[in-house]
């Protein structure tokens, strides 16, 4: 399986800050690579696939790069509605699709 | 609308068989992978397995193979988590979610159902 790893588990955040996320995968997984958010008691949802391909109605105070092993997601300006966990997940082709372990924000 | 609802809670005795449903409605069910996930408290979600539901090809997670088995029903859209004997580490939220092709190699979880709660005690 590839390992996948998010710095920091948490952050403290302000309404307005910009956050930054980071993944690391075990191996290169190119641009396989993708970003969920999770709020409490509700399903995870779909933020940016492919690395840094923002899913249909999502603001674009999100945004995803990177490739190979190294991903970052930002939040821009953060709002209220953006406290939550944030995930990533790889679907390398040929490997178990795994997620990571999860990064959570709240307000500072 | 694209929607995969689930059923509801369960609460079983260890030993004791189950299955979960995810009826899936919104768009053509033959069309893409649909996904099992469980994610236990304060955890990362888990791919446990996934199937195709135009042929029911599967795929397994080796964390997972033998213990549960998945399956699809064309004629009512639905797919279905089935264990035969549940254990107490099987209490987890259990999702469902469509497999979408993003092109290439990127297959993300689009659409999610609601999740069901399963909880196993004696």
């Known amino acids: 399986d590839i390992q996948m790893t998010q710095s920091p588990s948490s952050l403290s955040a302000s309404v307005g800050d910009t956050v930054t996320i980071t993944c690391r995968a075990g191996?290169?997984?190119?641009?396989?690579l993708h970003w969920y958010q999770q709020k409490p008691g509700k399903a995870p949802g779909l933020l940016i696939y492919?690395?840094?391909t923002l899913k249909s109605g999502v603001p674009s105070r999100f945004s995803g790069s990177g490739s190979g092993t190294d991903f970052t997601l930002t939040i821009s300006s953060l709002q209220p509605e953006d406290f939550a966990t944030y995930y990533c997940?790889?679907?390398?082709?040929?490997?178990?699709?795994?997620f990571g372990p999860g990064t959570t924000v709240d307000l500072k | 609308e694209v929607q995969l609802v689930q059923s509801g809670p369960e609460v079983k005795k260890p030993g004791e068989s189950l299955r979960i449903s995810c009826k899936v409605s919104?768009?053509?069910?033959?069309?893409?992978?649909i996904a099992w996930v469980r994610q236990l408290p304060g955890k990362g979600p888990e791919l446990m397995a996934k199937?195709?539901?135009?042929?029911?090809?599967?795929n397994y997670s080796p964390a997972f193979q033998g213990h549960v088995t998945v399956s699809s029903d064309k004629s009512t859209a639905t797919a279905y988590l089935h264990w035969d004997s549940l254990e107490a580490s099987d209490t987890a939220m259990y999702y469902c979610?469509?497999?979408?092709?993003?092109?290439?190699?990127?297959?993300?979880?689009?659409?999610w159902g609601q999740g069901t709660m399963i909880t196993v005690s004696s």
């Open positions: 199937i195709d539901p135009s042929d029911s090809d599967t």
């Open positions: 979610a469509r497999l979408g092709n993003y092109g290439g190699n990127s297959n993300a979880f689009d659409i």
């Open positions: 919104g768009y053509s069910f033959t069309l893409y992978w």
């Open positions: 492919a690395a840094s």
């Open positions: 191996q290169t997984v190119s641009r396989s």
């Open positions: 997940q790889h679907s390398y082709s040929g490997h178990l699709f795994t």
